[in-house]
Protein backbone atom coordinates (compact mmCIF):
# COMPACT_ATOMS: atom_id res chain seq x y z
CA UNK A 1 0.00 0.00 0.00
CA UNK A 2 2.13 2.74 -1.31
CA UNK A 3 0.57 3.43 -4.70
CA UNK A 4 1.64 6.00 -7.32
CA UNK A 5 3.43 7.88 -4.58
CA UNK A 6 6.43 4.70 -4.31
CA UNK A 7 6.48 3.90 -7.99
CA UNK A 8 6.23 0.35 -9.63
CA UNK A 9 8.93 -1.75 -8.17
CA UNK A 10 9.68 -5.27 -9.08
CA UNK A 11 12.73 -7.78 -9.30
CA UNK A 12 13.54 -10.90 -11.61
CA UNK A 13 14.42 -14.35 -9.82
CA UNK A 14 16.22 -16.85 -12.06
CA UNK A 15 17.76 -14.95 -14.64
CA UNK A 16 21.42 -16.11 -15.84
CA UNK A 17 22.27 -13.13 -17.35
CA UNK A 18 22.35 -11.57 -13.88
CA UNK A 19 24.50 -14.26 -12.42
CA UNK A 20 27.33 -12.41 -11.21
CA UNK A 21 27.47 -12.09 -7.50
CA UNK A 22 29.11 -14.81 -5.30
CA UNK A 23 25.93 -16.49 -3.57
CA UNK A 24 23.45 -16.09 -7.10
CA UNK A 25 22.56 -19.32 -8.48
CA UNK A 26 20.32 -20.15 -11.20
CA UNK A 27 18.19 -23.28 -12.22
CA UNK A 28 17.77 -24.56 -15.70
CA UNK A 29 14.43 -26.83 -15.48
CA UNK A 30 14.70 -28.32 -18.88
CA UNK A 31 18.21 -29.35 -18.46
CA UNK A 32 18.27 -29.84 -14.43
CA UNK A 33 21.62 -27.88 -14.62
CA UNK A 34 22.39 -25.71 -11.56
CA UNK A 35 24.95 -23.00 -12.20
CA UNK A 36 26.49 -21.36 -8.88
CA UNK A 37 28.68 -18.14 -8.12
CA UNK A 38 30.38 -19.22 -4.78
CA UNK A 39 32.97 -17.05 -2.92
CA UNK A 40 36.69 -18.17 -3.57
CA UNK A 41 37.15 -20.61 -0.54
CA UNK A 42 34.12 -22.09 -1.54
CA UNK A 43 34.38 -25.38 -2.82
CA UNK A 44 30.57 -27.11 -4.09
CA UNK A 45 32.30 -30.46 -4.78
CA UNK A 46 33.01 -30.81 -0.55
CA UNK A 47 29.35 -28.62 0.56
CA UNK A 48 25.85 -29.81 1.49
CA UNK A 49 23.96 -28.43 -1.37
CA UNK A 50 19.90 -28.62 0.26
CA UNK A 51 17.22 -28.82 -2.43
CA UNK A 52 14.17 -28.63 -0.98
CA UNK A 53 11.56 -30.78 -2.60
CA UNK A 54 8.00 -30.38 -0.56
CA UNK A 55 6.44 -27.28 0.57
CA UNK A 56 4.97 -28.89 4.01
CA UNK A 57 7.33 -30.81 6.43
CA UNK A 58 4.73 -31.59 8.90
CA UNK A 59 1.01 -31.61 8.79
CA UNK A 60 -1.19 -32.66 11.43
CA UNK A 61 -4.74 -32.98 9.62
CA UNK A 62 -8.23 -33.80 11.55
CA UNK A 63 -11.27 -32.85 10.59
CA UNK A 64 -13.13 -30.14 12.60
CA UNK A 65 -16.65 -30.35 10.43
CA UNK A 66 -16.76 -33.71 11.85
CA UNK A 67 -15.96 -32.88 14.74
CA UNK A 68 -12.78 -35.22 14.65
CA UNK A 69 -10.02 -33.38 15.39
CA UNK A 70 -6.39 -34.41 16.43
CA UNK A 71 -5.40 -34.17 19.77
CA UNK A 72 -2.77 -34.03 22.42
CA UNK A 73 0.17 -34.57 19.97
CA UNK A 74 4.00 -33.29 21.54
CA UNK A 75 6.08 -32.27 19.43
CA UNK A 76 9.46 -31.61 21.59
CA UNK A 77 13.49 -31.13 20.32
CA UNK A 78 13.05 -31.30 17.02
CA UNK A 79 14.05 -29.53 13.66
CA UNK A 80 12.36 -28.95 10.27
CA UNK A 81 14.32 -27.17 8.18
CA UNK A 82 14.58 -26.26 4.05
CA UNK A 83 11.11 -26.29 2.79
CA UNK A 84 9.91 -25.11 -0.79
CA UNK A 85 8.31 -21.62 -1.98
CA UNK A 86 4.61 -22.26 -2.97
CA UNK A 87 3.99 -20.63 -6.07
CA UNK A 88 0.73 -21.81 -7.28
CA UNK A 89 -1.58 -19.83 -5.60
CA UNK A 90 1.07 -16.59 -6.08
CA UNK A 91 0.76 -16.74 -9.51
CA UNK A 92 -2.70 -17.86 -9.77
CA UNK A 93 -3.86 -14.59 -7.86
CA UNK A 94 -1.23 -11.96 -7.39
CA UNK A 95 1.64 -12.40 -5.07
CA UNK A 96 1.31 -9.06 -3.41
CA UNK A 97 -1.67 -9.61 -1.05
CA UNK A 98 -1.02 -8.57 2.67
CA UNK A 99 0.05 -10.63 5.19
CA UNK A 100 0.54 -13.04 2.03
CA UNK A 101 -2.41 -14.51 3.42
CA UNK A 102 -3.01 -16.34 -0.06
CA UNK A 103 -0.42 -18.70 0.82
CA UNK A 104 -2.13 -22.15 1.74
CA UNK A 105 0.47 -23.58 3.71
CA UNK A 106 3.58 -23.94 5.88
CA UNK A 107 6.17 -25.79 7.05
CA UNK A 108 4.60 -27.13 10.43
CA UNK A 109 0.82 -27.20 9.21
CA UNK A 110 -1.90 -27.86 11.58
CA UNK A 111 -5.70 -28.28 10.86
CA UNK A 112 -8.30 -29.44 13.13
CA UNK A 113 -6.12 -30.10 16.04
CA UNK A 114 -6.88 -29.56 19.66
CA UNK A 115 -4.15 -29.40 22.80
CA UNK A 116 -1.26 -30.24 20.28
CA UNK A 117 2.46 -28.86 21.67
CA UNK A 118 5.38 -27.78 19.77
CA UNK A 119 8.27 -26.84 22.75
CA UNK A 120 11.77 -26.54 21.89
CA UNK A 121 11.90 -26.83 18.04
CA UNK A 122 13.80 -25.04 15.29
CA UNK A 123 11.46 -24.37 11.94
CA UNK A 124 14.34 -22.50 9.50
CA UNK A 125 14.57 -22.45 5.68
CA UNK A 126 11.35 -22.31 4.66
CA UNK A 127 9.64 -21.27 1.34
CA UNK A 128 6.70 -19.48 3.28
CA UNK A 129 5.47 -19.58 6.61
CA UNK A 130 7.20 -21.55 9.51
CA UNK A 131 3.95 -22.39 11.63
CA UNK A 132 0.75 -22.38 10.97
CA UNK A 133 -2.49 -23.46 13.55
CA UNK A 134 -5.01 -23.13 10.67
CA UNK A 135 -8.66 -23.85 10.23
CA UNK A 136 -10.56 -25.52 13.74
CA UNK A 137 -7.13 -25.37 15.84
CA UNK A 138 -7.94 -25.14 19.18
CA UNK A 139 -5.47 -24.79 22.46
CA UNK A 140 -2.54 -25.69 20.25
CA UNK A 141 1.07 -24.07 21.86
CA UNK A 142 4.03 -22.76 20.28
CA UNK A 143 6.95 -22.23 22.82
CA UNK A 144 10.40 -22.05 23.48
CA UNK A 145 11.03 -22.41 19.99
CA UNK A 146 13.03 -20.63 17.29
CA UNK A 147 11.79 -19.65 13.87
CA UNK A 148 14.29 -18.21 11.20
CA UNK A 149 15.31 -17.14 7.85
CA UNK A 150 11.68 -17.86 6.40
CA UNK A 151 10.25 -16.99 2.79
CA UNK A 152 7.33 -15.06 4.36
CA UNK A 153 6.85 -15.04 8.15
CA UNK A 154 7.07 -17.18 10.95
CA UNK A 155 3.75 -18.07 12.31
CA UNK A 156 -0.01 -17.72 11.35
CA UNK A 157 -3.09 -18.79 13.27
CA UNK A 158 -6.44 -19.03 12.07
CA UNK A 159 -7.89 -18.37 8.50
CA UNK A 160 -10.45 -15.01 7.65
CA UNK A 161 -11.60 -13.58 4.64
CA UNK A 162 -13.30 -10.08 5.76
CA UNK A 163 -16.80 -9.57 6.33
CA UNK A 164 -17.10 -13.20 6.62
CA UNK A 165 -18.07 -14.99 10.20
CA UNK A 166 -16.51 -18.68 10.78
CA UNK A 167 -18.72 -21.07 11.59
CA UNK A 168 -18.22 -22.72 15.64
CA UNK A 169 -16.26 -25.55 14.35
CA UNK A 170 -13.91 -23.75 12.00
CA UNK A 171 -13.01 -21.55 14.93
CA UNK A 172 -9.65 -20.97 15.96
CA UNK A 173 -9.06 -20.28 19.61
CA UNK A 174 -7.11 -20.87 22.79
CA UNK A 175 -3.81 -21.06 21.07
CA UNK A 176 -0.83 -19.59 22.25
CA UNK A 177 2.54 -18.24 20.84
CA UNK A 178 4.54 -18.09 23.82
CA UNK A 179 7.90 -17.84 24.59
CA UNK A 180 9.88 -17.68 20.78
CA UNK A 181 12.52 -16.00 18.89
CA UNK A 182 10.77 -15.23 15.69
CA UNK A 183 13.25 -13.95 13.86
CA UNK A 184 14.07 -13.22 9.78
CA UNK A 185 11.18 -13.63 7.32
CA UNK A 186 10.17 -12.18 3.69
CA UNK A 187 12.68 -13.58 1.44
CA UNK A 188 10.27 -14.34 -1.21
CA UNK A 189 6.90 -13.05 0.05
CA UNK A 190 8.43 -9.69 1.68
CA UNK A 191 5.05 -8.96 3.08
CA UNK A 192 4.51 -11.90 5.44
CA UNK A 193 4.43 -10.63 9.42
CA UNK A 194 6.36 -12.28 12.58
CA UNK A 195 2.52 -13.26 13.28
CA UNK A 196 -0.54 -13.29 11.38
CA UNK A 197 -3.37 -13.92 13.76
CA UNK A 198 -7.07 -13.77 11.81
CA UNK A 199 -10.47 -14.50 12.51
CA UNK A 200 -9.22 -16.08 16.56
CA UNK A 201 -10.43 -15.90 19.75
CA UNK A 202 -8.33 -15.94 23.27
CA UNK A 203 -5.11 -16.11 21.80
CA UNK A 204 -2.29 -15.42 23.84
CA UNK A 205 0.76 -13.92 21.81
CA UNK A 206 3.45 -13.28 24.28
CA UNK A 207 7.06 -12.64 25.58
CA UNK A 208 7.84 -13.29 21.99
CA UNK A 209 10.96 -11.72 20.61
CA UNK A 210 10.13 -10.83 17.40
CA UNK A 211 12.64 -8.95 14.72
CA UNK A 212 13.82 -8.19 11.08
CA UNK A 213 10.75 -8.78 9.27
CA UNK A 214 9.90 -6.39 5.74
CA UNK A 215 5.98 -5.71 7.28
CA UNK A 216 4.66 -6.13 10.46
CA UNK A 217 5.20 -7.81 13.48
CA UNK A 218 2.22 -9.05 14.83
CA UNK A 219 -1.08 -8.67 13.06
CA UNK A 220 -4.31 -9.26 14.35
CA UNK A 221 -7.74 -9.58 13.22
CA UNK A 222 -9.31 -9.21 9.55
CA UNK A 223 -12.03 -7.29 8.56
CA UNK A 224 -12.04 -4.03 7.56
CA UNK A 225 -14.38 -1.62 9.24
CA UNK A 226 -17.25 -2.39 12.01
CA UNK A 227 -18.81 -5.65 10.72
CA UNK A 228 -19.31 -8.47 12.56
CA UNK A 229 -15.99 -10.80 13.80
CA UNK A 230 -15.42 -13.67 15.54
CA UNK A 231 -12.02 -12.00 16.75
CA UNK A 232 -12.32 -11.04 20.30
CA UNK A 233 -10.52 -11.38 23.97
CA UNK A 234 -6.83 -12.07 22.27
CA UNK A 235 -3.84 -11.11 24.28
CA UNK A 236 -0.32 -9.44 22.49
CA UNK A 237 1.93 -9.03 25.83
CA UNK A 238 5.47 -8.74 26.53
CA UNK A 239 6.96 -8.81 23.43
CA UNK A 240 10.30 -7.51 21.83
CA UNK A 241 9.45 -6.26 18.54
CA UNK A 242 12.00 -4.23 16.43
CA UNK A 243 13.71 -3.74 13.09
CA UNK A 244 10.15 -3.82 11.27
CA UNK A 245 9.35 -2.18 7.49
CA UNK A 246 13.66 -2.28 6.84
CA UNK A 247 12.65 0.28 4.25
CA UNK A 248 11.60 -1.88 2.03
CA UNK A 249 7.41 -2.16 2.22
CA UNK A 250 5.03 0.59 3.38
CA UNK A 251 2.17 0.92 5.98
CA UNK A 252 2.92 -0.93 9.08
CA UNK A 253 3.84 -1.12 12.01
CA UNK A 254 5.07 -3.34 15.37
CA UNK A 255 1.27 -4.33 16.29
CA UNK A 256 -1.56 -3.52 13.60
CA UNK A 257 -5.04 -4.53 13.82
CA UNK A 258 -8.21 -4.90 12.14
CA UNK A 259 -11.67 -4.41 13.01
CA UNK A 260 -14.13 -4.61 16.20
CA UNK A 261 -12.44 -6.77 18.76
CA UNK A 262 -13.73 -6.92 22.14
CA UNK A 263 -11.98 -7.78 24.82
CA UNK A 264 -8.37 -7.54 23.41
CA UNK A 265 -5.50 -6.19 25.12
CA UNK A 266 -1.91 -5.30 23.78
CA UNK A 267 0.47 -4.93 26.60
CA UNK A 268 3.74 -4.25 28.31
CA UNK A 269 5.50 -4.48 24.35
CA UNK A 270 8.80 -2.99 23.51
CA UNK A 271 8.43 -1.55 19.79
CA UNK A 272 11.35 0.27 17.78
CA UNK A 273 13.22 0.60 14.69
CA UNK A 274 10.49 0.98 12.55
CA UNK A 275 11.37 2.03 8.85
CA UNK A 276 8.74 2.11 6.12
CA UNK A 277 9.74 2.63 2.18
CA UNK A 278 7.48 5.20 1.91
CA UNK A 279 4.90 6.09 4.39
CA UNK A 280 3.07 4.67 7.86
CA UNK A 281 6.09 3.27 9.51
CA UNK A 282 4.12 3.28 13.18
CA UNK A 283 4.75 2.11 16.43
CA UNK A 284 1.20 0.60 17.06
CA UNK A 285 -1.63 0.78 13.93
CA UNK A 286 -5.39 0.40 14.99
CA UNK A 287 -6.16 0.16 11.29
CA UNK A 288 -9.73 0.53 9.56
CA UNK A 289 -12.38 -0.19 12.41
CA UNK A 290 -10.20 -1.52 15.51
CA UNK A 291 -12.82 -0.89 18.00
CA UNK A 292 -12.63 -2.04 22.05
CA UNK A 293 -9.23 -2.98 22.33
CA UNK A 294 -7.02 -1.83 25.46
CA UNK A 295 -3.37 -0.34 24.86
CA UNK A 296 -1.39 -0.46 28.17
CA UNK A 297 2.02 0.24 29.48
CA UNK A 298 3.81 -0.53 25.96
CA UNK A 299 6.97 1.12 24.43
CA UNK A 300 7.32 2.67 20.86
CA UNK A 301 10.89 4.50 19.95
CA UNK A 302 12.77 5.23 16.60
CA UNK A 303 9.83 5.09 14.42
CA UNK A 304 10.19 6.66 11.05
CA UNK A 305 6.32 8.00 11.70
CA UNK A 306 4.35 8.18 14.92
CA UNK A 307 4.07 6.11 18.04
CA UNK A 308 0.68 5.10 17.60
CA UNK A 309 -1.68 5.38 14.33
CA UNK A 310 -5.34 5.33 14.71
CA UNK A 311 -7.22 5.25 11.15
CA UNK A 312 -10.76 4.86 12.45
CA UNK A 313 -11.75 2.91 14.98
CA UNK A 314 -14.04 3.02 18.35
CA UNK A 315 -13.55 2.77 22.38
CA UNK A 316 -10.28 2.10 22.03
CA UNK A 317 -7.97 2.74 25.69
CA UNK A 318 -4.49 4.10 25.02
CA UNK A 319 -3.12 4.32 28.80
CA UNK A 320 0.26 4.31 29.89
CA UNK A 321 2.20 3.87 27.27
CA UNK A 322 5.42 5.69 26.14
CA UNK A 323 5.85 7.02 22.63
CA UNK A 324 9.18 8.55 22.69
CA UNK A 325 11.54 9.57 20.19
CA UNK A 326 9.18 8.88 17.68
CA UNK A 327 8.18 10.56 13.88
CA UNK A 328 11.84 10.81 13.54
CA UNK A 329 11.97 11.71 10.24
CA UNK A 330 8.39 14.24 10.48
CA UNK A 331 5.89 12.05 8.72
CA UNK A 332 3.18 13.03 10.92
CA UNK A 333 3.12 13.57 14.95
CA UNK A 334 3.74 11.77 18.42
CA UNK A 335 -0.15 10.46 17.83
CA UNK A 336 -2.10 10.37 14.78
CA UNK A 337 -5.60 10.46 14.18
CA UNK A 338 -6.73 9.46 10.51
CA UNK A 339 -10.47 10.40 10.45
CA UNK A 340 -11.63 10.67 7.27
CA UNK A 341 -12.71 13.66 5.92
CA UNK A 342 -16.85 14.70 6.52
CA UNK A 343 -18.79 13.86 9.70
CA UNK A 344 -22.33 12.95 8.31
CA UNK A 345 -22.56 10.14 11.01
CA UNK A 346 -24.90 11.24 13.75
CA UNK A 347 -23.79 8.24 15.95
CA UNK A 348 -20.82 7.05 16.31
CA UNK A 349 -22.32 4.25 18.96
CA UNK A 350 -25.17 2.75 15.85
CA UNK A 351 -23.00 2.62 12.73
CA UNK A 352 -24.59 0.48 10.22
CA UNK A 353 -21.89 -1.22 8.31
CA UNK A 354 -24.26 -1.62 5.34
CA UNK A 355 -25.51 1.78 5.08
CA UNK A 356 -23.13 2.83 2.46
CA UNK A 357 -21.60 5.56 4.76
CA UNK A 358 -18.22 6.03 5.16
CA UNK A 359 -17.12 4.34 8.66
CA UNK A 360 -14.32 6.07 8.62
CA UNK A 361 -15.81 9.33 9.52
CA UNK A 362 -16.54 7.85 12.60
CA UNK A 363 -13.56 7.53 15.03
CA UNK A 364 -12.66 7.81 18.63
CA UNK A 365 -9.75 6.64 21.49
CA UNK A 366 -9.29 7.22 25.06
CA UNK A 367 -5.22 9.06 25.34
CA UNK A 368 -4.97 8.50 29.07
CA UNK A 369 -1.69 9.05 31.24
CA UNK A 370 0.70 8.82 28.68
CA UNK A 371 3.64 9.97 27.90
CA UNK A 372 4.70 11.67 24.09
CA UNK A 373 7.95 12.53 23.82
CA UNK A 374 9.15 13.86 20.04
CA UNK A 375 12.26 15.74 18.69
CA UNK A 376 10.20 18.09 17.16
CA UNK A 377 6.17 19.10 17.00
CA UNK A 378 3.59 18.21 16.61
CA UNK A 379 3.14 16.36 19.41
CA UNK A 380 -0.98 15.16 17.80
CA UNK A 381 -1.62 14.79 14.21
CA UNK A 382 -4.64 14.49 12.27
CA UNK A 383 -5.32 14.38 8.94
CA UNK A 384 -8.41 16.41 9.14
CA UNK A 385 -9.31 19.61 11.06
CA UNK A 386 -11.38 17.58 13.78
CA UNK A 387 -9.53 14.69 13.41
CA UNK A 388 -9.71 14.38 17.32
CA UNK A 389 -12.89 16.25 17.96
CA UNK A 390 -14.83 12.69 19.52
CA UNK A 391 -11.69 11.87 21.28
CA UNK A 392 -10.81 11.98 25.00
CA UNK A 393 -7.28 13.19 25.92
CA UNK A 394 -5.99 13.80 29.53
CA UNK A 395 -3.24 13.15 31.98
CA UNK A 396 -0.98 13.18 29.40
CA UNK A 397 2.43 14.57 29.27
CA UNK A 398 3.93 16.23 26.15
CA UNK A 399 7.56 17.07 25.18
CA UNK A 400 9.35 18.27 22.11
CA UNK A 401 12.83 18.29 22.06
CA UNK A 402 12.84 21.02 19.65
CA UNK A 403 10.81 23.99 19.11
CA UNK A 404 9.32 24.29 22.64
CA UNK A 405 7.77 27.53 22.11
CA UNK A 406 5.27 26.36 18.80
CA UNK A 407 2.37 24.02 20.16
CA UNK A 408 0.28 22.77 17.35
CA UNK A 409 -2.62 20.64 17.90
CA UNK A 410 -5.65 19.81 15.82
CA UNK A 411 -8.65 21.60 17.07
CA UNK A 412 -11.64 21.29 15.55
CA UNK A 413 -11.25 24.39 13.46
CA UNK A 414 -7.89 24.29 12.37
CA UNK A 415 -3.99 23.48 13.62
CA UNK A 416 -4.05 26.13 16.37
CA UNK A 417 -2.71 26.49 19.84
CA UNK A 418 -2.96 24.46 23.17
CA UNK A 419 -5.24 26.88 24.48
CA UNK A 420 -7.29 26.45 22.27
CA UNK A 421 -7.09 22.97 22.50
CA UNK A 422 -8.36 22.91 25.94
CA UNK A 423 -11.01 24.98 25.61
CA UNK A 424 -12.28 22.38 23.36
CA UNK A 425 -12.09 19.94 26.95
CA UNK A 426 -8.72 18.51 25.80
CA UNK A 427 -5.92 17.80 27.90
CA UNK A 428 -7.45 19.89 30.56
CA UNK A 429 -5.33 17.96 33.07
CA UNK A 430 -2.40 17.09 31.05
CA UNK A 431 1.24 18.91 31.28
CA UNK A 432 3.87 20.05 28.67
CA UNK A 433 6.99 19.22 30.50
CA UNK A 434 10.48 16.83 30.14
CA UNK A 435 9.18 13.60 31.45
CA UNK A 436 12.59 13.19 32.76
CA UNK A 437 13.87 9.75 31.38
CA UNK A 438 16.73 8.49 33.46
CA UNK A 439 19.08 7.67 30.64
CA UNK A 440 17.34 8.60 27.48
CA UNK A 441 20.54 8.43 25.31
CA UNK A 442 20.84 4.87 26.33
CA UNK A 443 17.47 4.20 24.45
CA UNK A 444 16.00 3.51 27.93
CA UNK A 445 12.16 4.79 28.19
CA UNK A 446 11.24 2.49 31.24
CA UNK A 447 12.91 4.51 34.24
CA UNK A 448 11.86 7.98 35.21
CA UNK A 449 13.86 10.13 37.90
CA UNK A 450 11.44 10.85 41.16
CA UNK A 451 10.98 13.84 40.22
CA UNK A 452 9.07 13.67 36.62
CA UNK A 453 6.12 15.62 35.86
CA UNK A 454 4.43 12.42 34.70
CA UNK A 455 4.42 10.58 37.79
CA UNK A 456 1.58 13.10 39.58
CA UNK A 457 -0.65 12.68 36.81
CA UNK A 458 -0.57 8.87 37.27
CA UNK A 459 2.00 7.74 35.01
CA UNK A 460 3.54 4.31 36.14
CA UNK A 461 6.93 3.07 35.25
CA UNK A 462 6.47 0.90 32.78
CA UNK A 463 8.94 -2.82 33.71
CA UNK A 464 10.74 -4.52 30.84
CA UNK A 465 12.55 -6.99 32.96
CA UNK A 466 9.66 -9.50 32.02
CA UNK A 467 9.78 -8.56 28.11
CA UNK A 468 10.59 -11.58 26.01
CA UNK A 469 11.13 -15.20 26.26
CA UNK A 470 11.55 -16.15 30.21
CA UNK A 471 12.44 -19.61 29.88
CA UNK A 472 15.11 -21.35 31.79
CA UNK A 473 16.32 -23.96 29.50
CA UNK A 474 17.00 -22.05 26.18
CA UNK A 475 15.02 -21.80 23.01
CA UNK A 476 15.07 -23.87 20.22
CA UNK A 477 18.48 -25.47 20.66
CA UNK A 478 19.67 -22.11 21.43
CA UNK A 479 21.47 -21.92 24.90
CA UNK A 480 20.27 -19.98 27.73
CA UNK A 481 22.79 -17.47 28.03
CA UNK A 482 22.44 -16.99 23.88
CA UNK A 483 18.47 -16.36 24.59
CA UNK A 484 19.54 -13.68 27.56
CA UNK A 485 22.27 -11.70 24.81
CA UNK A 486 19.17 -12.16 22.19
CA UNK A 487 16.61 -10.39 24.57
CA UNK A 488 18.97 -7.83 25.69
CA UNK A 489 20.05 -6.92 22.20
CA UNK A 490 16.24 -6.90 21.24
CA UNK A 491 14.94 -3.86 23.81
CA UNK A 492 17.54 -1.72 22.28
CA UNK A 493 18.67 -0.36 18.96
CA UNK A 494 20.76 -2.31 16.86
CA UNK A 495 24.37 -1.31 16.48
CA UNK A 496 25.41 -0.59 12.90
CA UNK A 497 28.62 -2.10 11.83
CA UNK A 498 30.59 -1.29 8.55
CA UNK A 499 30.16 -3.81 5.83
CA UNK A 500 32.19 -4.21 2.67
CA UNK A 501 29.89 -3.43 -0.62
CA UNK A 502 30.05 -5.79 -3.65
CA UNK A 503 30.29 -2.99 -6.90
CA UNK A 504 26.67 -3.09 -7.41
CA UNK A 505 25.88 -2.01 -4.28
CA UNK A 506 28.70 0.15 -3.85
CA UNK A 507 27.33 1.62 -7.23
CA UNK A 508 23.45 1.69 -6.23
CA UNK A 509 25.33 3.28 -2.37
CA UNK A 510 26.77 5.97 -4.32
CA UNK A 511 23.47 6.54 -6.21
CA UNK A 512 21.68 7.30 -2.77
CA UNK A 513 20.28 3.92 -2.81
CA UNK A 514 22.53 2.50 0.06
CA UNK A 515 18.96 0.84 1.83
CA UNK A 516 18.78 -1.33 -0.89
CA UNK A 517 17.37 -4.87 0.54
CA UNK A 518 20.15 -6.81 -0.16
CA UNK A 519 23.09 -4.50 1.29
CA UNK A 520 20.52 -4.44 4.67
CA UNK A 521 20.22 -7.88 4.70
CA UNK A 522 23.71 -8.57 4.60
CA UNK A 523 24.61 -5.91 7.22
CA UNK A 524 22.21 -7.37 9.68
CA UNK A 525 23.39 -11.34 9.10
CA UNK A 526 27.23 -9.63 9.25
CA UNK A 527 25.97 -7.83 12.92
CA UNK A 528 24.17 -11.06 14.13
CA UNK A 529 26.93 -12.90 13.70
Known sequence: WAGSASGARFYLQNLRQALDQPGEFYLDRESKELAWVGLPHQDPNTMDITAPQVMELVRVQGNYTAGSLVQNLKF?????????????????????????????????????????????????????????????TVGCTLDSSHVYDMGAGAVRVGLGISGE?????????????????????????????????????????????????????????????????????????????????????????????????????????????????????????????SSNMTYKDNIAYNTKCAGHHQHYGLDNLLTNNVYAQVNTMKCDGGVRSS?????????????????????????????????????????????????????????????QLTDQQTWVLPTNNSNSSWAMWQQEGKDQHSVRADPQFVNPGAEDFADLKPTSPALPLGFKPISTAKVGPQTEQGVGGLSQNAVTALRKASLTLPAVQSVELTARERALHDQGWEDTLAFRRRQHRQRMH
Not at 104 to 111: E, F, K, P, R
Not at 242 to 257: H, Q
Not at 347 to 373: A, K, M
Open 339 to 399: QHGGHSIKSCQHIDPNSGEDQGECSNFRLETNIVYTPAPPVLYSTVAYGFMNFSLDHNDYW
Open 165 to 289: VNPPSKRTEYNSITNNILFDGGYTYQEGCGVLAQAVAFTNISHNIIRHFSYTGVSLGWNWGYRATTTHDNYVGFNAISEIGLGVLSDMGCVYTLGIQHGTQVINNVCHSVLSFNYGGWGYYTDEG
Open 76 to 136: SGLVFQHSMQETESCFAGGCDAQSADFLTTAAVHVVGAKNCEFSDITVAHTGGYGVWFADG
